[in-house]
């Protein structure tokens, strides 16, 4: 959907990681996204598609709007295909465009192709962010790293 | 007398990674990696739904 709006954003986290071989299992999607005004004006039309709100512990019902996305926060989103977290930045403040020379374009479904940081700069962040659950797949991600250059 | 040592590769790598897992799923396209994964969460889900129903 986010491609369909042409907006302009990066597959991070797990799906990326599953995408390049990564044997790993996860339930939400994300992405960081271009902060620029015309990204964000077909970011914001994809989601208002996709019913986007906040995933709100207190059951409040908010939907991003462009200001909020135009933050470098993180913005946890459920949507009607399942839960979408859309980035602002990443790692120690890596934003879409200091990520963009460290992805690959892969194809996801016949004709949609997305930009995906590659598993070298996915294992960087994922050091770099030090959570329990980051390190959980470390191993992981660096045995697929090691396998695709064996290939 | 010299032991051979086992030809067949081993099945995981010292820190526990299943590398016959591993080098299956490196054998699949992206786009049948996302399915395994859309397949893997349906699953999920749906057990998840039938002991919720319960």
């Known amino acids: 959907m986010l491609a369909a709006h042409d907006a302009e954003f990066i597959l991070v986290g797990g799906v990326a990681a599953v995408l390049q071989g990564a044997p790993i299992s996860t339930f939400d999607l994300d992405v960081v996204h271009s902060r620029s005004t015309t990204s964000l004006d077909?970011?914001?039309?994809?989601?208002?598609?996709?019913?986007?709100?906040?995933?709100?512990?207190?059951?409040?019902?908010?939907?991003?709007?462009?200001?909020?996305?135009?933050?470098?926060?993180?913005?946890?989103?459920?949507?009607?295909?399942?839960?979408?977290?859309?980035?602002g930045t990443i790692g120690q403040g890596s934003s879409y465009e200091d990520l963009l020379a460290h992805t690959i374009p892969m194809e996801t479904d016949p004709g949609v192709r997305v930009r995906v940081l590659d598993l070298e700069t996915l294992i960087e962040t994922k050091q770099a962010a030090g959570r329990d659950k980051d390190l959980a797949v470390l191993a992981v991600l660096r045995r697929t790293l090691e396998e695709r250059k064996k290939r | 007398m010299k032991i051979e040592n086992d030809p067949s590769p081993p099945t995981h790598s010292e820190d526990g990674v299943d590398l016959t897992l591993l080098r299956w799923f490196l054998t699949l396209t992206p786009a049948e990696r996302l399915q395994v994964l859309q397949d893997h969460i349906a699953s999920v889900l749906s057990m998840r739904g039938d002991e919720t129903s319960d």
């Open chain 1, 42 to 87: 077909r970011l914001l039309a994809a989601l208002e598609t996709l019913e986007a709100r906040y995933r709100d512990p207190a059951g409040r019902r908010r939907a991003p709007d462009k200001a909020l996305l135009a933050s470098d926060g993180h913005h946890l989103l459920m949507t009607r295909a399942g839960p979408l977290d859309v980035l």
